[in-house]
Every structure is written in C-alpha cells, then in structure tokens.
C-alpha cells in the first residue's frame, strides 16, 4: 500500500470519528467502511513494523529488545513481528498481502504456527509450496477459517508422511535399565506408538482385572501414586506370564455433533497424545474393541454400558468413564491441563452427603483440585448441559459453558 492509500484510509476513519462526534449522528454505512480502513491501516502497520524490525538485526545483536524500546511493547510482540518476518521470507505473497492490507498479522500468525506444528523441514516447505498458490484464498478468509484450512493442508502433509515417521519411530525403540541409589531396579522405555499404545493397553487391562476389586498393602494412599505402583505390579505380572487374560484393547471414538463447522465428526481418544497413521491405526482397531460415544453440547446422547448407578457402588464404572472421557480431554477445572487418565471421578452431591453415582452427578478433576473442593471449600455445581459453576471462598464465582474437547 503506497503513502497515498494510507492517507486516504486515515482521512476515512478520521471523517468518520468527526461526523460522531459533532453530535448529528453517523451514518452505519460510514462506519463500517472506516472500520475496514482501521483494518487495513493495521495490517499495513504490521507489515512496517515486521520489516523493520527484520532491518534493525542487520545492525543490531538483539534487535527484539530494542523493537520493544521503541514501540513501548514487549520483547515477546517483538519476536512475533521476527517470526512473521521469517515466514514472509519464505512466502513473499504473504508480504505484499499484509502490506497491502488483504490479510492480517493473524494469517501470517497461523501460517507460522502451522508450520512449527509440523516434524521436519521437508514437511515445511511443502506446506510453503501449497500456500504460496492460496493467496486469494486467505484475502477472503477469516483468520479461524484460514487456521482450518492451513490445518487440513498440514493434516494432508503428515498422513502422506505418516508411515515413514512410524518406521522412524520403530528404529528409535529403546529400553534401558539401571539400579539406583536406594538399590530399586529402574527401567525406562521410549517406544513407537503402536507399540507403546498396545503396551499400555494390556497394562491398563491388566490394572483393570487384578485390581478392579482390591488392591494390595503395599499401594500407596495418594492417587498418582496408587496408579503407578498398579501399574508396576501389572507390568510384572504381564512379564511373569501369570496375569489374568485381560480382554481385547480398548478404543473410544467421539462423535462431536454439536460441531456445526464440519469438525467435529468422529475423531479417536487414544487417552495419550499420539499420532498414528490410518492404515495402522484400522489395523489396530480389527483387533480391538471399538466403543462410539455421540456427545452434544456437553451431553452424552449415547454411550455404552449403564451410566447411572445410584448407590450401589461408589466408584465410576469403565462405561461412565469412557462416557465422560468423551466430554473432557483433561481435568474439568478451567485452565486446568491434566489429562483425564490422571484425574479422579469426583461425586458433585459427595457420596457422604448422600450423592449417586450418576452420570450427571459425576466429573474428572485432578488431585490438586480434588484437595481443592474438599478441603478448601470450593463450591462446584453443574448445569443441564454442564456448565460449570465454581464458587470461591472468598465469595467470587466463575461460570463456564459447556465442556468442549478435542478427542487427543
């Protein structure tokens, strides 16, 4: 956008802001085209201040701080505009449309971010070969719009690579082992995937089958604990040759309905953050135990099993956990990001004071927020579509919409 151009978007939010003020009314009309200039005039502003600050480095050995000196921000904003520079270097399109004000920074942001995102260069600059032909594409997309599509491309890049990368990971397979100071034998693993989701499968299976029931002396009180010292035991017992047969491995596919965007079809929990190509992962799936779970804004509509209990038992059942796995990725306590597997099944109404097991009476919180609620006094109710409300001690509330995930 040459000098002239900026001007002239100036004088546009200028006489808009004008005619607001001197007390005659705007026309809706005007203002909406002075809040495209606005736009406009930022993007342009952005293109500056990333160019720049790109110059300043020429001569400057930390450039980011002394951007940040002179524009009275933070060395963080100032790594941004260093970042989309080196983004722009390589799609110089994407330069010209910031400067011209037919994309903003945050187009040049998600395409930085998917670009990170990926596992080596290689994938990189392909994903920077495709984008370079979609310019018209992200001058009339929104920036979430522009993020989903950048997504599927870089989706597209990793299932074409997937099997490559899961050969790598198979060759990089270690198990190592050593006796530490207190004389325990110490025993680590790095494994591809499918090995490592199978190996934890017949662990968890094993837990399930051994322990479901009671659990030895030996376990300790605390909750993270407890699961690891099971977990040791079963992998012993697997090795031993005389765990019990512990059934088929077990999947979850979540199907998303309240998704009106098209992305929230039926995407698989593996309970881990893990990527596994398509071909393997429909092999897996033949040989295991496949459970569908539809979910709605924060309402399970089907799910195996029988989610409501009452008092016959305190603890959840496997069919009221995988049902509200589906709801939650990790801890129910906003911001909070322990993954489910690590949580426990808190009662709303607690068991003591007369509270089911059911499923709208239940919910995964972490151990830390566990000690929180019963021994802190923090107050949690839940709404129809569970909606969270926390009531503090010191008399502040916090409200939360219906829990959202994305199946890990």
């Not at 929104?142 to 074409?160: Q, Y």
Request: net charge negative; with cysteine; glycine share 8%.
């Amino acid at each position: 956008m040459d000098v002239s151009a900026v001007v002239e978007h100036v004088e546009q939010v200028a006489a808009a802001r004008a005619a607001g003020r001197d007390g005659h009314g705007v026309d809706s009309l005007q203002v909406q085209e002075a809040l495209r200039s606005v736009a406009r005039l930022q993007a342009w502003l952005s293109s500056s201040r990333t160019e720049l600050t790109s110059l300043l480095s020429e001569h400057d050995p930390f450039p980011e701080k002394t951007a940040a000196e002179c524009t009275r921000g933070s060395t963080r904003d100032a790594i941004k505009d260093r970042d989309r520079s080196d983004t722009i270097d390589q799609i110089p399109v994407f330069g010209g449309l910031l400067d011209d004000g037919d994309i903003t920074e945050g187009h040049v942001d998600a395409l930085t971010n998917a670009a990170r995102g990926l596992d080596n260069d290689e994938q990189r600059a392909e994903l920077f070969d495709r984008v370079g032909d979609l310019g018209d594409v992200a001058s009339v997309a929104s920036v979430d719009e522009w993020r989903r599509r950048l997504g599927i491309e870089a989706k597209n890049i990793r299932r074409r690579d997937g099997i490559d990368k899961l050969e790598r990971q198979k060759r990089d397979t270690r198990l190592s082992s050593w006796t530490d100071g207190d004389g325990m034998i110490c025993i680590r693993g790095r494994f591809d995937p499918v090995t490592g989701r199978q190996l934890l499968g017949r662990i968890d299976n094993t837990v399930n089958a051994l322990f479901a029931e009671t659990v030895p002396d030996t376990c300790p009180t605390d909750p993270i604990g407890k699961q690891h010292h099971l977990n040791a035991l079963a992998l012993a017992r697997l090795v031993a040759g005389d765990a019990p047969r512990s059934g088929r491995p077990e999947y979850i596919v979540v199907v998303d309905t309240s998704s009106g965007d098209g992305n929230g079809g039926p995407t698989v929990d593996w309970g881990i953050p893990i990527d596994i190509p398509q071909r393997v992962l429909a092999d897996m799936m033949s040989d295991g135990v496949v459970h569908t779970v539809v979910v709605r804004n924060g309402i399970v509509l089907h799910a195996p099993g029988q989610l409501d209990l009452g008092r016959s038992t305190r603890l959840a059942s496997p069919a009221q956990r995988r049902a509200l796995r589906a709801l939650y990725a990790t801890c129910a306590i906003p911001g909070c990001d322990t993954r489910f597997e690590r949580c426990k099944i808190h009662h709303i109404i607690w068991w003591r004071n007369g509270g089911t097991t059911d499923l709208d009476n239940l919910i995964p919180v972490c151990t830390h927020h566990h000690t929180k609620i019963h021994d802190d006094d923090w107050h949690i109710e839940l709404g129809p579509n569970r909606e969270l409300t926390l009531r503090f001690p010191d008399g502040t509330i916090h409200n939360t919409g219906p829990p959202t995930r994305r199946a890990a």
